[in-house]
């Protein structure tokens, strides 16, 4: 009999290569990141300034926590975009 050994914190599972996305899932995604990219000029041209900007730890860690976002979700399927915008493309009458 063989054990795996488990280690705290980790749970056991399998990693998936690709996920499917619906066109209208990666049409959030875009949606998302607008959202997004309106709260980071938010946090970066008003509030952390207003925080005293860079000098201070917190600033620094909420810039890092943005910038991990951004990361972590590939830009929130940036690579896909174009299929969520062609899901959100209004008819075009035909002439």
Known sequence: ???????????????????????????????????????????????LPELGGYKNPICCDIARHLEQIRAYSGNFCWRHSTLGAAHDAKEVPHA
């Open 1 to 47: 009999m063989t054990t795996k050994p488990v280690l705290a914190g980790i749970l056991e599972g399998e990693l998936i290569k690709e996920a499917i996305l619906a066109d209208w899932e990666v049409s959030q995604q875009n949606s998302a990141r607008e959202e997004f990219d309106r709260l980071d000029f938010l946090l970066h041209r008003v509030v």
